[in-house]
């Protein structure tokens, strides 16, 4: 038998979470022997062992990996029907665009302004996140639209139509000496000691290994830029929040990026039809 059930999946990614039933049945809010036996009989249904227990704790093996993947998936897709079933309710004609907070301003303030002049425009509430969350916010249903950026969002499952494609630039403290620069090399930023190049969060919310920061979110970057702490290499719109205390040097060999307007491929809102034919238009 090859049904899921909503519930039972949320007890695996949260057991295949913590790696832990204890942990994982304190976070669900439930007790440990009833977890363990719906895992159990999870496992039994599907005919396949998903974790792997000892002593030492509990892994994950390849079957439980795969279905890690697919039931975020499954719960993303049916939290983003609830609330897109909601929405469709309302009698208003309104929708939700997801973007990064602090990315560029002008290109998001174009796009608002064009799409305003357009006969029965939706009315659109802006939804400020934080690095690569657009994707799990469009998944999930809590955006209708989002600006993304290639080649850094992952945009598997979704379609997208270009509105920019822009240089990338080196953000480094006024006063250090590669400052002065009027352009830089990715070699020239790659390996500099008392200027690590700060790093963001992947897809999965982990971190490449190395010596500069863990950015969490725009303002940090920016104090830890003016501190002397770290340099981050960002699109050229980037320009429109940096502080007196920053300096923006262009990057000769850096790959260009182009931010695009993404939203579910299997999307049939009005809404964001009329909102992808402004972007069009720009």
Known sequence: MDTL?????????TVAEELHFSRAAERLGIAQPPLSRAIQQLERRLGVTLLERNRHGVTLTGAGQVLLDEARVILDATAAAARRTRRAASSTNRLTLATKAGS?????RKLLDAHATEPEAAEI??????????????????????????????????????????????ILPAGHPLAARTALTLAD????????????????????PGPGPEIHDQSQLAQLIA????????????????????????????????????WPAHSRSRAVAGLVRTAAQL
């Open 104 to 108: 560029n301003h002008e290109l998001l």
């Open 189 to 208: 930023i790659s390996d500099v000691p008392d200027l690590p190049i700060a790093r963001w969060p992947r897809q999965d919310g982990t971190y490449e």
């Open 5 to 13: 059930e909503t519930r039972e999946l949320r007890y695996f990614i």
């Open 125 to 170: 509430d802006v939804l400020l996140c934080g690095m690569g969350e657009q994707a799990r916010m469009l998944r999930d249903g809590r955006a209708d639209a989002a600006l993304m950026q290639q080649p850094f969002d992952a945009l598997a499952g979704f379609d997208t139509e270009d509105l920019l494609t822009e240089q990338q630039i080196a």
């Open 227 to 262: 501190l002397g702490h770290t340099l981050a290499v960002l699109c050229a719109s980037s320009r429109s929040w940096l502080w007196s205390a920053h300096a923006a040097i262009p990057l000769t060999d850096a790959s260009h990026v182009t931010t695009v307007l993404a």
